[in-house]
């Protein structure tokens, strides 16, 4: 249930609280479109620089997981993931 509220949370206001633990807890949901989305939102429109890179390895872990067992439903959420990361200097993760 925190997925989807965190999600539109970070899409109506990036600024969220404590992004690391928002970044790492959605790392723990590989098969959720909705953590993988609000992934790519963090990383996307980062607000803490000195948290960039703790999320940005995070972000990596999720996708990695998620490109492992991609299916229909998080397909395009990944790629929305690997994009953020791509944009965000992490092109090593196009490998993924």
Not at 47 to 73: G, I
Request: charged share 20%.
């Amino acid at each position: 249930m925190w997925l989807p509220l965190a999600r539109a949370s970070a899409e109506h206001t990036p600024a969220l609280a404590d992004i690391e633990a928002v970044a790492e807890r959605a790392a723990a949901h590989p098969g959720s479109p909705h953590a993988l989305r609000l992934t790519a939102q963090l990383v996307a429109h980062p607000t803490q620089v000195w948290s960039d890179e703790a999320v940005n390895r995070h972000a990596r872990t999720l996708l990695q997981a998620a490109a492992a067992r991609s299916d229909d439903e998080t397909q395009d959420a990944v790629e929305e993931l690997r994009q953020a990361l791509v944009n965000a200097g992490q092109v090593d993760a196009a490998r993924v």
